[in-house]
Nanobody, 123 residues
Framework: RVQLVESGGGSVQTGDSLRLSCAASAFASSYKCMGWFRQVSGKEREGVAA????????YFSDSVRGRFTISLDNAKKTLYLQMNSLKPEDTAMYYC????????????????WGQGTQVTVSS
């Protein structure tokens, strides 16, 4: 079972950029899909972006499309989330996940989760 460790979170201001990383203990090809989710305390976890490891197709939530990009470096076994034009509403704990059934931003398709990294965007 792959282990996932996120990094790169921090405190930034509106309009800034951040790149999150997710280091995997095994090659991403072991799973069909890898993704990023976020959660604000007291709210449901939201799917942000996902990428198919079998063809590179990407999926984004409407709230981040055009601002965030997701990429996978198989050689480094690392998943990235480049976040540009950050807004205060992007503030959340961000989680990396892997799944092996179907690729989308729906949480039910992911079975392995990291511990999260906090992103805080101030106005």
């Amino acid at each position: 079972r792959v282990q996932l460790v996120e990094s790169g979170g921090g405190s930034v201001q509106t309009g800034d950029s951040l790149r999150l990383s997710c280091a995997a203990s095994a090659f991403a090809s072991s799973y069909k899909c890898m993704g990023w989710f976020r959660q604000v305390s007291g709210k449901e976890r939201e799917g942000v972006a996902a990428i198919s490891t079998r063809g590179g197709s990407t999926y984004f939530s409407d709230s981040v499309r055009g601002r965030f990009t997701i990429s996978l470096d198989n050689a480094k076994k690392t998943l990235y989330l480049q976040m540009n034009s950050l807004k205060p509403e992007d503030t959340a704990m961000y989680y990396c996940a892997a799944g092996n059934t179907y690729c989308s931003t729906y949480e039910k398709y992911f079975s392995v989760w990291g511990q999260g990294t906090q992103v805080t965007v101030s106005s």
